[in-house]
């Protein structure tokens, strides 16, 4: 092969190289942008799948009928603030409350009476509280209240402002003024306790806020 030849195939050969190469680089690249495009897309899809799964679990921690938190969302708040008072030892109150005669509103004035009254109450067990402070509903006519930073003595004013706040609110059924009470049992968490504990106490003492006349206040 003459020298001439040679170069002209060395001249083809390179060509092709760099040829191929540039069509690898192209085809990598565009790899490269479906992959960013793709991964884009997975997080996207990430973070709205997340979003998602905080609004269910928002909507299954809420009570439907007065809006605020349920037992779920107590459990997992009490949990919380059981741990913060352990580590820091600054006070912590527990408060049960009971709407009274809750039945005889519902059999005297129906379901949807029962409901408002619910309502009412939750907006009237807010009053008052700080962003700290923590409402819910338990169940059935129960509420439950957690005071952070909130010893006896002030939970016992706090407790007293709110009863008040019921008993003078009540509410309008068909015209109807309907009266409405409500009672409620208390305890501070001391050394030693367990979350089951602090909350039998306050049971206990709900139940004889309810035998000793109702419309008041124990702490036990």
Request: charged residues 30%.
């Given at each position: 092969?003459?020298?001439?030849?040679?170069?002209?195939?060395?001249?083809?050969?390179?060509?092709?190289?760099?040829?191929?190469?540039?069509?690898?680089?192209?085809?990598?690249?565009?790899?490269?942008?479906?992959?960013?495009?793709?991964l884009?897309?997975?997080?996207?899809?990430?973070?709205?799948?997340?979003?998602?799964?905080?609004?269910?679990?928002?909507?299954?921690?809420?009570?439907?009928?007065?809006?605020?938190?349920?037992?779920?969302?107590?459990?997992?708040?009490?949990?919380?603030?059981?741990?913060?008072?352990?580590?820091?030892g600054?006070?912590?109150?527990?408060?049960?409350?009971?709407?009274?005669?809750?039945?005889?509103?519902?059999?005297?004035?129906?379901?949807?009476?029962?409901?408002?009254?619910?309502?009412?109450?939750?907006?009237?067990?807010?009053?008052?509280?700080?962003?700290?402070?923590?409402?819910?509903?338990?169940?059935?006519?129960?509420?439950?209240?957690?005071?952070?930073?909130?010893?006896?003595?002030?939970?016992?004013?706090?407790?007293?402002?709110?009863?008040?706040?019921?008993?003078?609110?009540?509410?309008?059924?068909?015209?109807?003024?309907?009266?409405?009470?409500?009672?409620c049992?208390?305890?501070e968490?001391?050394?030693?306790?367990?979350?089951?504990?602090?909350?039998?106490?306050?049971?206990?003492?709900?139940?004889?806020?309810?035998?000793?006349?109702?419309d008041?206040?124990?702490?036990?």
């Amino acid at each position: 092969m003459g020298a001439g030849k040679h170069l002209a195939a060395i001249e083809a050969h390179v060509g092709a190289f760099v040829t191929n190469e540039n069509v690898r680089h192209q085809e990598a690249g565009q790899l490269e942008e479906q992959l960013r495009k793709r991964l884009e897309e997975v997080q996207n899809e990430s973070r709205e799948l997340r979003a998602r799964m905080i609004e269910a679990h928002r909507q299954a921690a809420t009570d439907t009928v007065t809006g605020l938190p349920n037992r779920l969302a107590y459990e997992d708040r009490l949990e919380q603030e059981f741990a913060r008072w352990k580590r820091f030892g600054e006070p912590l109150s527990l408060l049960v409350w009971d709407i009274d005669d809750f039945k005889r509103i519902n059999d005297r004035f129906g379901h949807h009476a029962g409901d408002k009254a619910l309502r009412i109450i939750g907006q009237s067990l807010l009053l008052g509280l700080r962003e700290t402070d923590f409402v819910a509903r338990f169940g059935g006519e129960e509420f439950v209240m957690l005071l952070t930073g909130t010893n006896r003595e002030d939970a016992l004013m706090v407790a007293e402002t709110v009863r008040k706040e019921v008993k003078e609110s009540g509410i309008h059924s068909v015209g109807n003024r309907v009266d409405v009470t409500i009672s409620c049992g208390m305890s501070e968490f001391t050394q030693g306790d367990t979350p089951l504990e602090v909350f039998s106490r306050a049971d206990r003492a709900l139940y004889e806020a309810k035998r000793s006349g109702k419309d008041r206040i124990i702490a036990r």
